[in-house]
């Protein structure tokens, strides 16, 4: 899995188009907080999504195998006035949390576990943590994005102050992606710093998260498309998926 690195530094202006609020809508329409209070949020990243998560009334926890990220996470919840249990930790070795009301994966963050049987542990691993009657929630590219859009690069962006180049290829497991970014970060004195990053995606279709989902122990699984209720088709590219222990 990606540690992040520096890309920790550039992560939230690069996800300005993540209705980060469409996303807590789809939790508390399943999960409200009077009733589902204590969440994990697995993979969170520099903690824009936990911190929506808290206000809306949750008592959020994260983890997060970047410490680059935590790091980050950390200060946005200390700008806030919020003391949020932060840990370094892998999701496939998640440990030390038990009858959670919710975990949550979100931002396709299980696409970075690269072997198959860890991403059956990962979810082991959140059954096990979660309360009779907990739910988790999350999303995956779907194949359709894995296969064509990404492999549709290179893909550009620049704002003045942050650019890059993101060359694509494909990795040797089905539907997996190596992203090969070089950015450049506008410094105070008006020059640009260079650094370049490589992840490692891979994803399955929706029908075997849900056949590993069953296995668990997992029933009452829904799934759909794209921030919509409707059911994934061939041209979707995220999919959501909802469990109860």
Request: hydrophobic share 40%; glycine share 6%.
């Amino acid at each position: 899995m990606s540690s992040y690195e520096r890309f920790a530094e550039v992560y939230d202006e690069l996800m300005t188009d993540i209705p980060y609020a469409e996303y807590v809508e789809w939790i508390q329409s399943f999960a409200p907080a009077q009733s589902y209070k204590n969440m994990l949020d697995i993979g969170c990243g520099t903690g824009t999504l936990a911190l929506l998560l808290q206000e809306a009334g949750y008592n959020v926890s994260g983890i997060d195998l970047s410490e680059d990220m935590l790091s980050v996470a950390s200060a946005r919840m200390n700008a806030a006035g919020i003391a949020m249990p932060l840990f370094a930790m892998s999701m496939d070795e998640l440990e030390g949390f038990s009858n959670l009301d919710v975990a949550i994966i979100p931002i396709d963050s299980i696409n970075y576990v690269k072997e198959e049987q860890n991403v059956i542990e990962t979810l082991k691993r959140i059954f096990e943590s979660l309360r009779e009657g907990g739910q988790l929630f999350f999303d995956v590219h779907s194949l359709f994005k894995m296969d064509e859009i990404f492999l549709d690069g290179p893909f550009t962006y620049d704002d003045g102050e942050i650019s890059y180049v993101w060359h694509t290829e494909p990795g040797e497991a089905p539907h997996s992606v190596y992203h090969q970014m070089t950015f450049f970060v506008q410094t105070e004195d008006g020059l640009y710093e260079r650094f370049d990053e490589e992840h490692f995606q891979r994803t399955f279709a929706y029908e075997q998260y849900v056949k590993w989902l069953k296995e668990i122990g997992f029933s009452q699984i829904e799934v759909s498309a794209d921030w919509t209720n409707d059911q994934p088709a061939d041209e979707n590219e995220r999919i959501f998926i909802r469990a109860v222990k």
